[in-house]
């Protein structure tokens, strides 16, 4: 009886073994196909950059006279009107010349009235033969000399006058002071330059962003496009605008060539504040409810790999194609294609909305890598001259012949 179960024992022992050996030999491979649908959606295309949030309109207010700032009747974020008096310099010294300069015209005045009058009697005396030809050129000479005067006098007072006028420095436009950049008591000097006292923005509701697109995007970026952008005060906002400039003149730092482009930024909630930075993203493709599939489809092609032996493959010739796993039968259909994004591409016609197209395969299973050919290859190794057959990954193979 022991040698009995001994021996039985060695016999279940040599069944499952051999058992184990051929099921666990015999693993069979199975191939699960990526598959997408044919179906209506947006393409679009986009660069990123970053830029500067301003004012559309923003004026610098200076003076052209040299003085002591009096009074100042604005402050930061004043609203202002055209024409409103915003701050006056000091007015002593250039009354004080207005007035010099009106003496000096009255002065002149009665020079002229005084050679005047002596060039008309010395006229009449000349036409009697009472004076000299030379009595006569003399005094008139005398005469235009004082009606020259008096004209650069008058010229004197008006220059005086407008001096005295930019003493009072007024708002040019209507808007919302910016900066301010002297104070009370402070002396500007206009002797070579305009001193900057204000900067007014007219309009604080219509802004704009200045971004700096690299050279590598420039070209992709067209006026009338649309831009989407953020700025850190507000992270949760999206702000949207379009392209209304693409300015010709490259700025080079580090090597690097930038160009600037002008994005139109409504502020009707005033958010946007002069200065913030804004990040960009501009659609330089951008087009909706177009029929498309994933780009990937058009590179698939069935392989023998993955193919049973009641499967068959129908090819058609073509440039672009996409295939359908029908049943048993690997389908191609030839279709005609538009613009891509490189994810998805618009398909102008070939196949239907709602089809399901093969992207690419998963193998599982077996004991070995299917071999392509003599022997598995690296896909992108060089192959051979002569064979027709190569494995890229999920997508690219040579039909069966």
């Given at each position: 009886?022991?040698k009995?179960?001994?021996?039985?024992?060695?016999?279940?022992?040599?069944?499952?073994?051999?058992?184990?050996?051929?099921s666990g030999?015999?693993?069979?491979?199975?191939?699960?196909?990526?598959?997408?649908?044919?179906?209506?959606?947006t393409?679009?295309?986009?660069?990123?950059?970053?830029?500067?949030?301003?004012?559309?309109?923003?004026?610098?207010?200076g003076?052209?006279?040299?003085?002591?700032?009096?009074?100042l009747?604005?402050?930061?974020n004043?609203v202002?009107?055209k024409g409103?008096?915003?701050a006056?310099?000091?007015?002593?010294?250039?009354?004080?010349?207005?007035?010099?300069?009106?003496?000096?015209?009255?002065s002149?005045?009665?020079?002229?009235?005084y050679?005047?009058?002596n060039?008309?009697r010395?006229?009449?005396l000349?036409?009697?033969?009472?004076v000299?030809?030379?009595?006569?050129?003399?005094?008139?000479?005398?005469?235009?000399?004082?009606?020259?005067q008096?004209?650069?006098?008058?010229q004197?007072?008006?220059?005086?006058q407008?001096?005295?006028?930019?003493?009072?420095?007024?708002?040019?436009?209507?808007?919302?002071?910016?900066?301010?950049?002297?104070?009370?008591?402070?002396?500007?000097?206009?002797?070579?330059n305009?001193?900057e006292?204000?900067?007014i923005?007219?309009?604080l509701?219509?802004?704009?962003?200045?971004?700096?697109?690299?050279?590598?995007?420039?070209?992709?970026?067209k006026?009338?496009?649309r831009?989407?952008?953020?700025?850190?005060?507000?992270?949760?906002?999206?702000?949207?605008?379009?392209?209304?400039?693409?300015?010709?003149?490259?700025t080079?730092e580090?090597?690097?060539?930038?160009y600037e482009?002008v994005?139109?930024?409504?502020n009707?909630?005033?958010?946007?504040?002069?200065?913030?930075?804004?990040?960009?993203?501009?659609f330089?493709?951008?087009?909706?409810?177009?029929?498309?599939?994933?780009?990937k489809?058009?590179?698939?092609?069935?392989i023998?790999?993955?193919?049973?032996?009641?499967?068959?493959?129908?090819?058609?010739?073509?440039?672009?194609k996409?295939w359908?796993?029908?049943?048993?039968?690997?389908?191609?259909?030839?279709?005609?294609?538009?613009?891509?994004?490189?994810?998805?591409?618009?398909?102008?016609?070939?196949i239907?909305?709602?089809?399901?197209?093969?992207?690419?395969?998963?193998?599982?299973?077996?004991?070995?890598?299917?071999?392509?050919?003599?022997?598995?290859?690296?896909?992108?190794?060089p192959?051979?001259?002569?064979?027709?057959?190569?494995?890229n990954?999920?997508?690219?193979?040579q039909?069966?012949?």
């Amino acid at each position: 009886m022991k040698k009995t179960i001994i021996i039985a024992a060695i016999l279940v022992v040599i069944a499952a073994a051999a058992w184990f050996l051929l099921s666990g030999g015999q693993k069979k491979q199975t191939v699960e196909f990526e598959k997408a649908t044919v179906e209506k959606t947006t393409i679009q295309n986009s660069i990123t950059a970053t830029g500067t949030i301003e004012p559309v309109t923003s004026v610098t207010v200076g003076t052209q006279v040299s003085g002591i700032v009096s009074h100042l009747y604005v402050d930061y974020n004043s609203v202002v009107k055209k024409g409103q008096v915003i701050a006056e310099l000091d007015k002593t010294n250039l009354t004080s010349e207005l007035r010099t300069a009106q003496a000096n015209l009255s002065s002149a005045q009665s020079t002229m009235n005084y050679e005047q009058a002596n060039y008309n009697r010395y006229k009449t005396l000349y036409e009697k033969g009472l004076v000299s030809a030379n009595d006569f050129e003399s005094a008139k000479l005398s005469y235009l000399k004082a009606k020259e005067q008096v004209v650069t006098s008058a010229q004197s007072v008006q220059r005086a006058q407008t001096n005295l006028g930019y003493a009072t420095i007024t708002s040019p436009i209507d808007g919302v002071v910016l900066s301010k950049s002297v104070e009370e008591g402070q002396t500007v000097a206009a002797s070579f330059n305009t001193p900057e006292l204000f900067t007014i923005a007219q309009d604080l509701t219509d802004m704009r962003v200045i971004a700096d697109i690299d050279e590598a995007d420039i070209g992709g970026v067209k006026e009338g496009q649309r831009v989407m952008f953020t700025v850190d005060a507000f992270p949760e906002d999206r702000f949207e605008g379009q392209v209304t400039q693409v300015r010709q003149q490259a700025t080079t730092e580090s090597n690097v060539v930038t160009y600037e482009v002008v994005i139109s930024a409504p502020n009707n909630d005033l958010k946007l504040k002069p200065g913030l930075t804004a990040n960009v993203t501009i659609f330089t493709l951008e087009k909706h409810d177009v029929l498309a599939v994933q780009s990937k489809a058009l590179r698939f092609m069935p392989i023998d790999a993955i193919l049973n032996e009641e499967q068959k493959i129908e090819n058609v010739e073509a440039p672009m194609k996409v295939w359908t796993l029908e049943g048993n039968t690997f389908k191609a259909h030839a279709v005609q294609t538009g613009i891509t994004n490189g994810l998805l591409t618009e398909i102008l016609g070939g196949i239907e909305a709602g089809t399901e197209v093969l992207t690419g395969f998963n193998i599982s299973g077996g004991n070995e890598m299917p071999q392509f050919g003599e022997q598995a290859q690296n896909p992108f190794m060089p192959r051979p001259r002569g064979n027709n057959r190569q494995q890229n990954g999920n997508n690219q193979q040579q039909p069966r012949r």
